[in-house]
């Protein structure tokens, strides 16, 4: 039975190879861009099939004949029925959402077909894979009528093998993509956060040796400034080879053999410049294995936790962050590109940030790689966002798997120093092993960074006096602890915050991951008055003073640096389904609030340089 049908019966979408022969999701090749690469970027044919009518019969059985859209067949004759055609309906371009690209689709919710034709000639001995950046959220792929597999999950990459499916002319790939929201989902049903449906990010052709370096990681040990620690993974039938790490610009060459699986872990002295977000220090790393060549652009750097410190290199430091969501700076839609990624990074650079929250989900590799090049440390998140089903061991298996992906992609960026395994969820037994669960997997695939989640502290009201406490069980097993409030908003005024205290029983440090208010733009009146730039002004003047007075804050990511679309937010004039609490419009205007956030963070910079 294929996902499909299971959505349509089950109304809900559960990742399950269906069909005899088809290919499984191959494991993610490392640093795509470094690859010999051909895009398929572009326009690609479209089919808008809200029924699935391209995958099911009428009684909603899987159409396997040429009814079913993958097959892409054309009439033979005119009297032959053929209810779909892909060359006359339509186009859409990749990578891209489909919500902004047509009005009739910006809240649509459903399949999409996609094909893409292309003619390519592999080299003889080379094997060839197809690499997704990111599709959201069910992606169904086909070849040449073949199915290929299927991938669940909005925001992170896939890669299937075609060496033995391409031919070198009149090949044709389809994608079903499938945005249904589902309770069993990684997001579930419920976000704060337009639903872009899609292939949003790029498709590209990636040709490999027949033993090439499929993964490696190369990172300073824990607590060390000196110290590197790694591994590295030949994918191939010659997996016993000889594999030499480069680093040119400081004369370093140093060479392993890897085991039977093709495996070599490492360990070994360098005396390099530190990655730091003043100086974000970048080498050439080359890996070269007897059979291939990866070259990569890496910093280094350490960072661990003291107590309620945060050590970056060995040195206590403080995270002057924003929250993003992967929305394109100047255009509608999903940003996927080095300059969406430049833009947004520019804007939270102007603020005085060293630092950014990704909410609430994997973004685009672009913006890792940019946050390595400009010096932003990052916070990267999996959407396990508000309340999932935490009993459902397909939800947990998804979640990893997310999870794992997102650590795969990224576990060689210098500016990541933070995995958060969860958004604002409800204590709860289920909820506590399953967010364990995810903290024990990012700690054991990658031993050098911290792991922390966004928490909800419980208030305590003695007379006039109110104490905030961070208590959540869960805490005891993360790195950092990160906190969500919004006082002055949601709860209280803004003024409250000036009685306001924090108490942790943990010894962690504190990062306030979200906290803020909504302003429209240009609309100006009383600090009383919601909406209004002068309401927000006024909101974040009062947090910053309660934020300064909490003694084991070490960071702070406000929400948000611009306003994002959120069907939730159906207030006419003001809202017009976005969420305002950005300190730019989505036109890049900046609103007061911007300047009260960039004045403390300078005002911290300058005593940060002090130190
Ligand atoms: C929540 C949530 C965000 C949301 C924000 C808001 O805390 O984490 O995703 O957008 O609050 O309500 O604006």
Redesign the pocket.
């Known amino acids: 039975m294929s996902n499909l049908l299971r959505c349509l019966t089950v109304g809900l979408c559960l990742p399950l190879l269906s069909s005899r022969g088809a290919a499984q999701v191959a494991p993610l090749i490392a640093n795509i861009n470094a690859r010999q690469t051909t895009s398929l970027d572009g326009q690609w044919q479209a089919i808008v099939d809200p029924y699935d009518v391209g995958a099911l019969d009428y009684r909603a059985q899987p159409l396997k004949n040429n009814h079913a859209f993958y097959k892409n067949y054309k009439p033979q004759s005119e009297s032959e029925l053929v209810e779909y055609d892909f060359d006359t309906s339509g186009q859409l371009l990749v990578p891209g959402d489909w919500n902004t690209q047509r009005e009739s689709l910006l809240f649509y919710e459903g399949s999409v077909w996609y094909k893409r034709s292309f003619d390519y000639t592999k080299s003889l001995k080379n094997r060839l894979f197809l690499h997704f950046g990111a599709c959201n959220y069910l992606a169904a792929v086909y070849l040449n009528g073949e199915e290929l597999g299927e991938h669940e999950g909005g925001f992170t990459p896939f890669d299937f093998e075609i060496t033995d499916r391409v031919r070198a002319r009149g090949n044709f790939l389809v994608l079903r993509i499938n945005n249904t929201r589902g309770r069993d989902q990684v997001p579930t049903v419920n976000?704060?956060?337009w639903n872009y449906g899609g292939i949003t990010r790029s498709v590209t052709l990636v040709e490999v040796p027949e033993t090439f370096v499929q993964d490696y990681f190369i990172q300073l040990e824990k607590g060390s400034t000196d110290q590197i620690t790694g591994w590295l993974q030949l994918n191939g039938a010659q997996l016993q080879q000889n594999v030499t790490i480069r680093i040119p610009e400081v004369g370093f060459s140093k060479t392993f053999a890897t085991n039977s699986r093709g495996r070599a872990n490492f360990s070994f002295g360098a005396g390099l410049t530190l990655w730091t977000p003043e100086n974000p220090k970048l080498y050439t790393v080359e890996i070269a294995s007897e059979t291939d060549q990866v070259t990569d652009r890496m910093g280094f750097r350490s960072i661990e936790v003291r107590g309620t410190d945060i050590l970056l290199n060995g040195k206590p430091v403080f995270l002057r962050g924003i929250n993003l969501h992967e929305e394109a700076p100047m255009r509608r839609g999903r940003a996927w590109s080095d300059d969406d990624a430049r833009t947004l990074l520019s804007w939270a650079k102007e603020l005085g940030c060293n630092f950014v929250r990704l909410?609430?989900y994997p973004h685009n590799e672009s913006m890792l790689r940019a946050a390595d090049q400009m010096g932003i440390l990052v916070w990267g998140e999996v959407p396990v966002?508000w309340t999932i089903q935490w009993e459902n061991p397909q939800t947990l298996h998804n979640a990893e798997n997310q999870l794992n992906e997102m650590i795969a992609r990224d576990h060689n960026r210098a500016a990541l120093i933070i995995y958060s395994v969860a958004?604002?969820t409800p204590i709860s037994d289920a909820r506590n092993r399953f967010l364990r669960q995810l903290i024990q997997d990012a700690h054991s695939a990658d031993p050098t960074r911290l792991v922390s989640a966004?928490l909800q502290a419980d208030e305590v009201v003695e007379e006039k006096h109110i104490t905030i406490h961070i208590n959540d069980p869960i805490a005891s097993d993360l790195d950092v602890l990160g906190n969500?409030e919004?006082i002055g908003w949601?709860a209280r005024r803004p003024e409250d915050a000036d009685s306001i205290d924090w108490i942790s029983e943990y010894d962690k440090p504190l990062i306030m991951s979200?906290f803020g208010g909504d302003a429209l733009f240009g609309y100006h009146g009383d600090t009383f008055a919601r909406w209004t730039e002068e309401y927000q002004e006024n909101l974040y003047e009062h947090q910053i003073a309660m934020l300064k007075r909490i003694p084991f804050l070490r960071g702070t990511t406000p929400?948000?640096l611009k306003d994002f679309r959120?069907p939730r937010r159906t207030l006419p004039r003001y809202e017009d389904y976005f969420?305002r609490?950005g300190l730019v419009s989505e036109h890049g205007e900046k609103k007061k609030a911007f300047f009260v956030l960039q004045r403390f963070y300078r005002e911290l910079q300058s005593v940060q340089l002090l130190k």
Do not use: L, R
Request: a negative charge; zero cysteines.
């Open positions: 976000t704060d956060w909410a609430h966002y958004n604002e966004a969500n919004y949601y979200e929400w948000i959120s969420n609490k």
